[in-house]
């Protein structure tokens, strides 16, 4: 069993995986979006070629707990991606993780256009791994 995290953005997702015994996350790449929707098949071939059994998408919850426009269109994708892409989808609470992500980056000493390249990937991963530690309590 191996799991995908995916930060979704309207132009770019950020795609980690998970170890095979599902107690770690790691980034993995970053993939812009298409008008195409050559996204999904990268995304497809990404998980045909590291055997995902599962995806988990982070979905945007405001502050208050409410779902805002962000998070009924991520709903909407990510319905669309598990019809694509033949594997189950479930929404995890993503609050905060693109903040995490950019504060770890910015204690990195890592130049500002390298950041901008992967805080997506760092995102998704914070993402699945918060997903990984509710299975393992």
Known sequence: MRFMGIDYGTKRIGVA?????????????????????????RIKDIAKGYN????????PYNMDGSIGDCGNSIM????????????????????????????????????????RQVVDKIAASLILKGYLDSLNT
């Open 17 to 41: 995986i998970s170890d095979p015994l599902c107690t770690m996350a790691h980034p993995l790449e970053v993939v812009d979006v298409r008008g195409d929707n050559s996204h999904i098949e």
């Open 52 to 59: 995902i059994t599962h995806v988990i998408v982070g979905l």
């Open 76 to 115: 909407e994708w990510s319905r669309q991606l598990e019809e694509s892409i033949g594997l189950p989808v479930t929404l995890w609470d993503e609050r905060l993780t693109t903040y995490e992500a950019q504060n770890i980056l910015i204690h990195s000493n890592m130049r500002r256009i390298k950041k």
